[in-house]
């Protein structure tokens, strides 16, 4: 079985996910702890839980979503995966920092590829890599269908969707990706996205205004 637990980090009000197992291995998702207090909160977390770090995986590569994964991967030395078509936007990101006024340097580079052929492993559990481009050009989210749940990044937001105007976003690819990828997915489906409050399936297909 597979767990799950949020933080909340950065400027941006990021979600951070940490899942993990009962042999104690996890995964940190979208790290965006900005400074040493954040990223000592985490750590603190995966501490006192002696969680074993296994891999930085992450729906997509915006600022906010990466600052904290240099940290991570210094400390535990994991590998960092992203989908391969992100990489344009995870090789901006200097450019972007630099836009919003962020002290970056430290922009990492990716120790693999995500794909969604292939389902990630975490001991005996395994989680579909879904594709969802829109928001970025290489989003996905991670579904863990006995769990009920989907990690989607900033793809579906309860009440709303992810922005589409940065390089690479498409809103026509977003709303289609949401339709066919998660809207395909059990009603019952808890969606933890990279933003606000946790959501269902049931409830966005009802009540989101851009997908009726
Ligand atoms: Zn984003």
Redesign the pocket.
Known sequence: MLYIESFTFNAFQENTYLIYNDKKECWIVDPGMYDNNETKHLVEFIDQKQLQPKAIINT?T?LD?IFGVDALKTRYSIPFLVHEKDLPVLNGAAGSAMLFGFDFKNIPQPDDFLSETQPLQLGTDEVTILFTPG??PGSVSFYYGPGNWVIGG?VLFSGSI?RTDLPGGNFDTLIYSIRTQLFSLPDETVVHS?HGPATTIAHEKKYNPFLQ
């Open positions: 997509h915006h979503h928001h970025s900033d992810g990279g």
